[in-house]
């Protein structure tokens, strides 16, 4: 719509057509991310506002911020406040990681779930769950150190000369498959409650989240975010290929490791704080940009990735309450018929992908 | 001057040296041997030990009164052809899936078969009360069919038609909505999650003869399919435009790999549960041997997911006797430093 509007106006110069088509390309991507940022602050207040006490929405921010009466405030900050925060940080950093991964391995499957990359952390996690038991800090650095382990071996071992992204795919998938198998057998082999801990931990869930796991994941994000959001440029030549990045002047392999070993380190903070979070790094991306039409979308990812698991949050407490659903049971139904929707409508010719 | 000489000396070679038909074909025969080899050494092995003679013997002329080979003729023969059936339709399936996603990253499983199977298997035992393997094995394949067909209607909307990148990005997105639907049901339900946890495993073990019995028809119909589709594969890789210039109908090339798929890979899945590696790994493979012509891919693929299906479940019988590794967890724990392996040392064959 808004490149008619431009080709319509009476041209002045050529600098001046291409200045407005820019701008015209960059203003559906910042209007999605308003509207996703909006949808994600209300779902965060009502997920906030909702519960066996309940707190009016119009209470909802005075009561976060330490207004009103002393049972709200403490229900606000100390229970659902942590949770809510915790939801946005994982959805956040998955969804980047998620979006870093498909556009360095230029494969939509590629994200670290579907990928199997974060059982690197589950690996270690489960081996804390079934062996020490749960104790947090012990859990969130094996789970974080695991999913760093995991990155650097996928890279050591698709390295050769350069880690093309093929042979990145392919060695991931692999050691992903044998994390995966080592997590099961793991999990055969233990007591049945360590297994059925462990099997709440895998599929991802916020019940335990409090403000102790937002400060170390909070922190993380806080270096990581801003640092993808920097590389981001290179991101955007890598998709073009090896070669044609290589003749734009972008140092190919330095950006890719840097971008890897960053999407990694989010994906780890993400999994140590919730556990590996079904779906989430792989829908954000595909969703953001379908919504933006943009080729690179890591802000509108990160904010489909946080309203995903905000979502899915509040239906897994609200669902069948008082019995509640770990978030990761929910992710697949509330963000895949919204995909689906998106890949049945999409009907232009090269708006397929 | 040198460089240039070796160039032109160590260029042909290179590509030369595996793809000439010729080669091609000694190489087939001799994967055929081997899989005739490790399909014997499958009946013979297992927690009682038994001589090839009487395997044999047991093969040619049964003795019912002899245990051994009563062990041979009631547990090892329909194992061991559940084992090849299951193989042959895992391999093929994942060799078209790659084929038609254009994927590295697609296995048999991924257009909503596994998803798909497991899905109607909770719902069977939620709502139906079906307990046995036998019985769920129908529910399973009917999961299957749904799932795939649900990718395809989706991915066909618009004017292109299921692209492989839709294809692959609906596949993915219907199993994650399959599969977190199961995992709920799950969770309402110990029966189910009980039922559900063992075929999850993905294994081979004590299926019977009935089984054997009736998944073959399923499978030898969509092998001698899949085995058709290798030209029209090689004119997908070409890239749409150019297949649909040199002739091909894409939109019905399409529609008959997913046939195949819902009959190679439901059966499959329904029968043994989700053995991921197998087909995942085993076209890689046959494309690193044969090189990216999918009409040998495809016949590769038919001999080696067998092989490597039946080695993973003997290793599985003997490594930790009396209890049995589950084959999918053999296949990978065993397989995965093999196939990292063979990425690093050769140059991938793309898709």
Avoid at chain 1, 328 to 347: D, E, F, H
Wanted: net charge positive.
């Amino acid at each position: 719509m808004a490149t008619a509007d431009v080709t319509a106006l009476p041209a002045r110069s050529p600098r001046e057509i291409v200045a407005r088509a820019h701008a015209a390309s960059r203003a559906r991507p910042r209007r999605v991310c308003l509207v996703l940022a909006a949808a994600t602050f209300a779902v965060f207040c009502v997920s906030v506002s909702v519960g066996d006490y309940p707190i009016a929405l119009t209470d909802v921010i005075p009561a976060m911020l330490g207004f009103g009466d002393q049972a709200t405030v403490i229900v606000a900050q100390d229970l659902r406040l942590p949770r809510a925060v915790n939801g946005l940080l994982v959805g956040a950093v998955l969804g980047i990681s998620g979006a870093i991964f498909q556009a360095v391995a230029r494969n939509p499957l590629a994200s670290p779930d579907i990928l199997g990359v974060l059982y690197g952390s589950a690996v270690v996690a489960i081996l804390v769950i079934t062996t020490i038991g749960t104790s947090f800090a012990l859990l969130y650095g094996g789970a974080l150190a695991g999913a760093l382990a995991m990155g650097v071996l996928v890279y050591v071992l698709a390295y050769r000369s350069g880690v093309s992204p093929y042979r990145f795919v392919l060695v991931g998938m692999s050691l992903g498959l044998m994390a995966s198998s080592a997590t099961f057998v793991l999990i055969t082999r233990a007591d049945i409650y360590s297994a059925a801990q462990a099997t709440v931990w895998l599929t991802g869930s916020l019940n335990s989240a409090g403000w102790e796991t937002v400060l170390p994941t909070g922190a993380l994000a806080l270096v990581l975010v801003p640092a993808t959001l920097v590389l981001s440029g290179r991101l955007r030549t890598l998709q073009l290929g090896d070669d044609l990045g290589r003749g734009l002047g972008v140092e190919v392999e330095r950006s890719r490791l840097a971008l890897l070993m960053a999407a990694m380190g989010l994906a780890g903070a993400g999994t140590a704080a919730a556990g590996p979070v079904a779906f989430v790094a792989f829908m954000a991306a595909p969703i953001a940009r379908r919504l933006t039409r943009a080729p690179l979308t890591l802000v509108p990812s990160a904010l489909t990735g946080a309203l995903l698991v905000l979502a899915a949050d509040l239906l897994g407490r609200r669902l069948f309450a008082p019995a509640e659903i770990p978030v990761g049971v929910i992710t697949g139904i509330a963000g895949a018929p919204y995909l689906l929707w998106l890949l049945a409508r999409t009907n232009r010719v090269g708006r397929g992908g | 001057m040198v460089r240039g000489e070796q160039a032109t000396t160590a260029q042909p070679r290179t590509v030369r040296w595996a793809y000439a038909p010729s080669r091609r074909a000694a190489i087939l025969a001799l994967a055929l041997v081997t899989l005739t080899f490790v399909a014997l050494l499958s009946l013979a092995v297992g927690s009682r030990s038994i001589g090839l003679s009487t395997t044999v013997h047991a093969l040619t002329s049964y003795d019912p009164a002899d245990p051994e080979e009563l062990i041979v003729h009631d547990v090892r023969v329909p194992r061991t052809l559940v084992g090849l059936l299951v193989g042959v339709a895992l391999g093929l399936a994942g060799g078209l899936m790659q084929g038609v996603t254009r994927n590295p990253l697609a296995d048999p499983g991924l257009l909503g078969v596994t998803a798909g199977a497991a899905t109607a298997i909770a719902v069977a035992v939620l709502v139906a009360g079906v307990g046995a393997l036998t019985g769920y094995i129908w529910f399973a394949f009917a999961g299957a069919a749904i799932g795939v067909v649900i990718v395809y209607g989706i991915a066909s909307f618009g004017r292109d038609g299921p692209t492989p990148i839709k294809l692959a990005l609906a596949g993915a997105a219907v199993s994650a909505l399959f599969t977190s639907i199961t995992t709920l049901l799950v969770l309402r339900d110990l029966d189910t999650l009980n039922a559900l946890r063992f075929w999850l495993v993905g294994s081979i073990a004590e299926r019977g003869g009935d089984i054997a019995r009736d998944i073959w028809p399923f499978i030898l119909v969509g092998t001698v399919l899949a085995l058709a589709c290798g030209r029209l594969l090689n004119g997908l890789a070409l890239g749409e435009d150019v297949a649909r210039s040199l002739g091909q109908r894409v939109v019905r090339t399409r529609a008959l790999v997913g046939a195949c798929i819902v009959l190679l890979a439901g059966t499959a899945t329904a029968a043994a549960g989700p053995n991921v590696f197998v087909g995942l790994v085993v076209p890689h493979v046959a494309r690193a041997i044969t090189g990216p012509d999918y009409r040998w891919i495809l016949a590769f693929c038919a001999v080696l997911a067998p092989t490597m299906l039946l080695a993973a479940d003997i290793a599985g019988r003997v490594v930790a006797p009396p209890r049995e590794l589950g084959v999918s967890v053999v296949t990978v724990l065993v397989g995965g430093p093999l196939f990292i392996a063979l990425v690093r040392r050769r140059k991938p064959v793309e898709l």
